[in-house]
T-cell receptor, first 114, second 110 residues
Framework: DSGVTQTPKHLITATGQRVTLRCSPRSGDLSVYWYQQSLDQGLQFLIQYYNGEERAKGNILERFSAQQFPDLHSELNLSSLELGDSALYFC?????????????FGPGTRLLVL | TQLLEQSPQFLSIQEGENLTVYCNSSSVFSSLQWYRQEPGEGPVLLVTVVTGGEVKKLKRLTFQFGDARKDSSLHITAAQTGDTGLYLCAGVNRDDKIIFGKGTRLHILP
């Protein structure tokens, strides 16, 4: 158990819909990362937050957005969903978001878009 | 676009054998990490290498960072069934962004 929690574990929805994925970082960690993992693309970094502020952006689509709240939990919002958005979405956390810090991954949310 | 190519994609060997998997790029990374991911779980960090030519050992696992910091290898001695999983390498570039390879799926047969 990494100490990072993600909800829900599984999500099935239809094209065009909007969903929200939630992540609670490890106690004391200030930085949260979101990743998408699909069979063809592998693990792709989406976005990083540190203490409520966006710190780094990766391959995140404009239809996706995220935020980190004052209590440090984070939400990833996916809208206008397409079939190709079906994937595993992971959240990770680290202490201060430094480049050499260990990131602790949650168990993921498996999203299926029908 | 920076890419990390991992090879082989799949590897199935008998318990007790040795193996090496590779992570290659044409780009330089400030550090490189190896993760293991088991079904239904998130990746777990095994090691971070920072210096070109660096070698790190974790029990039966030996990790090496290339001299030019563009590639890395993971060698497992006397593989065990518990080593089964998806091995991912990830490089941190100059912009502090992390880039993952697609992984090597390793299956150790009893």
């Amino acid at each position: 158990d990494s100490g990072v929690t993600q909800t829900p574990k599984h999500l099935i929805t239809a094209t065009g819909q909007r969903v929200t994925l939630r992540c609670s970082p490890r106690s004391g960690d200030l930085s949260v990362y979101w990743y998408q993992q699909s069979l063809d693309q592998g693990l792709q970094f989406l976005i990083q937050y540190y203490n409520g502020e966006e710190r780094a952006k990766g391959n995140i689509l404009e239809r996706f957005s995220a935020q980190q709240f004052p209590d440090l939990h984070s939400e990833l919002n996916l809208s206008s969903l397409e079939l190709g958005d079906s994937a595993l979405y992971f959240c990770a956390s680290s202490s201060r978001g430094g480049r050499f810090e260990t990131q602790y991954f949650g168990p993921g949310t498996r999203l299926l878009v029908l | 676009t920076q890419l990390l190519e991992q090879s082989p994609q799949f590897l199935s060997i008998q318990e007790g054998e040795n193996l090496t998997v590779y992570c290659n790029s044409s780009s330089v990374f400030s550090s490189l990490q190896w993760y293991r991911q088991e079904p239904g779980e998130g990746p777990v960090l095994l090691v971070t290498v920072v210096t070109g030519g660096e070698v790190k050992k974790l029990k039966r696992l030996t990790f090496q960072f290339g001299d030019a910091r563009k590639d890395s290898s993971l060698h497992i001695t006397a593989a065990q069934t518990g080593d089964t999983g998806l091995y991912l390498c990830a490089g941190v570039n100059r912009d502090d962004k992390i880039i993952f390879g697609k992984g090597t799926r390793l299956h150790i047969l009893p």
